[in-house]
């Protein structure tokens, strides 16, 4: 078997709602697997606020209004990978692989939804579209997330931590052969909701979280919440963030400054104390390097803290150039519809708890050519 490039286009709709971030870029696979890959072209469009208003508010719709919103979502989806490709004369494009906008995470009840119909965005846009990566590990007693371990393993190896910063945080560790990831706790939906309040969209390198003090009543408040005992694996959903967390923060009396410092202390702890329960299991939690990914490695204050938190276990912390930063989870996805492609497993149980391993994702066909 010869190696093929493959050109791809990664979608991802992330729980802060800041709008659809997509990768463009070649992977080359062939005998033993990927060989070489690169990013040629990166944007996050924002979402109209009309369309933020309407993925905020759909997990407490009808079913019409839910079915109609997965349609139509799939529409404008299309239109913004059209505006994409033709600001970045794209021609070049072998399939899309999209994550679609999470509405419903429900792993204990081995059910997860996400909104983009696969086949609206194919008919719109004339190219294959692979969706729906999560629906056959939740099928299987998994998680459905974390996914991120695979494009840690395939795409940027040499680290034994990996931890994106998106509107929930999540830890991937390595040993040997071996991954464990999960969600730890909340961060820019919690952040960038505070941030509003002072009328900006997010807090820009944590410039007013460092005027801030911890108040350890709220942290306590937060903190008390079960999920932060779980074992892993584990994972967050949106409504969770969006229910009892936002309602404590929004409810404890302090300055939004005070609110933001605690929620990063809250990130720190939690992370600290994720490193050691990994400790317990033989092989993890050891010293060694940690890449951070997402919108929060921008926040210079987030990340002092976290590095504070971490500095005595031996723990250095890696930024990678900005555009993985921002764009690593469509990434992600676009590895994911190569793996789903080439037949490959795309969801690790060993991650994930299912009970096997796993290809996700269903291939949608455009129309055929007249």
Known sequence: MSSKNYYILGLMSGSSLDGLDLAYCRMQWGPNGLENWELLAAQSLPYS??????????????????????????????????????????????????????VFHEPHKRFGAQIGRGSALAALTGRPVISDFRSQDLSLSGEGAPLAPLVDAY??????????????????????????????????????FL??????????????????????????ALLSDPFYQQPYPKSLSNAWVQGPQLRTLAEFEASTED????????IGIS???????????????????????????????LLGQLQAYVEDLGIEIFLPNNNIIEFKEALLMALLGLLRWEKQTNAWPQVTGAKKASINGGIHWPPPKS
């Open 259 to 266: 609110k933001l410092a605690t929620v990063c202390e809250l």
């Open 155 to 192: 795409l940027f190896p040499g680290y034994n931590y990996y931890l994106n910063l998106g509107g929930i945080a999540n830890l991937s560790a390595k040993a040997g052969q071996n991954w464990r990831a999960f969600d730890f706790a909340p961060a820019n939906q919690l952040l960038n």
């Open 195 to 220: 941030a509003q309040e002072k009328g900006a969209s997010y807090d820009e390198d944590g410039q007013w979280a460092a005027q801030g003090e911890v108040q350890e009543e709220l942290l306590a």
């Open 49 to 102: 606020n009309s369309w933020e208003e309407r993925l905020r508010a759909l997990p407490q719709q009808s079913a019409l209004i839910y079915a109609k919103t997965d349609q139509y979502f799939g529409f404008y989806m299309a239109e913004l990978v059209q505006q994409f490709l033709a600001q970045n004369n794209i021609r070049r494009l072998d399939f899309i692989a999209s994550h679609g906008h999470t």
């Open 271 to 301: 992370l600290r104390q994720s490193i050691l329960d990994l400790k317990k299991e033989e092989g993890f939690g050891q010293a060694g390097k940690l890449l951070v990914s997402g919108g929060g490695a921008f926040n210079h204050y």
